[in-house]
Nanobody, 127 residues
């Protein structure tokens, strides 16, 4: 069964940090570009970060650039999103997504371009 399971969300104060994990099962991340999306209440989904299946190049939304880092551990078949200097506007439900095949992060900005999704993990930044 192909599955993505996110974890690591929670409540954190402004300026704090979190590391989200996305564990894949039923397939190997080698052949998939991976992305983290987020959706806040009343807003559309936003791709915050991507890591390419071709060359492990990465891409970040301007709103998180310099604060978020995406990485993947092939041995653990897991993708991470390390978030620092968190702001209240980072509050959202965060989802990881997998896109099959050799793709770059210059594409894949829309959720329908991805083949598999996790159930999401809530991040709340508040004092």
């Amino acid at each position: 069964q192909l599955q993505l399971v996110e974890s690591g969300g929670g409540l954190v104060q402004p300026g704090g940090s979190l590391r989200l994990s996305c564990a894949a099962s039923g397939f190997t991340l080698d052949y998939y570009s991976m992305a983290w999306f987020r959706q806040a209440p009343g807003k559309g989904s936003e791709r915050v970060s991507c890591i390419s299946s071709v060359d492990v190049s990465t891409d970040y939304a301007d709103s998180v650039k310099g604060r978020f880092t995406i990485s993947k551990d092939i041995a653990k078949n897991t993708v991470y999103l390390h978030m620092v200097s968190l702001k209240p506007e980072d509050t959202a439900r965060y989802y990881c997504a997998a896109r099959r095949g050799p793709t770059y992060c210059s594409s894949g900005y829309m959720f329908w371009e991805y083949d598999y999704w996790g159930q999401g993990t809530q991040v709340t930044v508040s004092s």
